[in-house]
């Protein structure tokens, strides 16, 4: 009886040891993919860096591609729980503002902390695309992803009535400025802070998306 009452707490207990356990190793690897490059980084060095035997490496991920998509998507959305930025509660509650421009301001400031993240790891992964098929495989995965997050943006800044261009301009626009590249250039090589940058980029996108003067519903972007 006194077994059948403790085997919950153990379960749960053993859960918990292996997310961190796997947190751990997702850490060491993202953390050894920047520092090193993703070719030259081996399941024993992560293993290592994560203070855990090779064999846990394997067991939790399989292989090395496999490691590096997990990686990859618990740096995009900052932790390893599965579930998409379109489905997580700041981007959600920018969809929900109705007034595009200010949506497109908060929507700036909530992508931010995502290219901060996402920027270096994205950055050694273009440098082992020629080498590593993994490394293509994950960028070319993530373009996708990006463009498809684009057009269901704009598809959303359509239906406020508010665009000053047409839906696909929208996500062109969206996708070429969502790929981390201007963060990186004014950020990391110029200095500017964050809110700065924040700043900018929902200015910028306000600009070149938000019809100026007054909105009807009977004159759409488009239309």
Known sequence: MKGEVKRPYRSTRRREQAGETRRRIICAAHDLFVSQGYGRTTIAEVARAAGVAV??????????????????????????????LLDRPEIRAVLAEPDLATRLRAHAVALTPVFRRITPLLRALQGATTSEPAAAA??????????????????????????GVSEQEC????????????????VEERGWSEERFAQLLGTMWVAALVRSGPVDGSHRAGA
């Open 138 to 163: 994950m960028l070319a995965e993530f373009d996708q992803r990006r463009l498809d997050a684009a057009g269901h943006y704009a598809r959303a800044a359509a239906a406020t009535g508010q665009l």
């Open 55 to 84: 064999e846990t490496v394997y067991a939790a991920f399989r292989n090395k591609p496999t490691l590096l998509r997990q990686v990859w998507y618990a740096t995009l959305r900052g932790d390893d729980q599965d579930i998409r």
């Open 171 to 186: 996500s062109d626009i969206l996708a070429a400025t969502m790929e981390g590249a201007l963060w990186y250039r004014l």
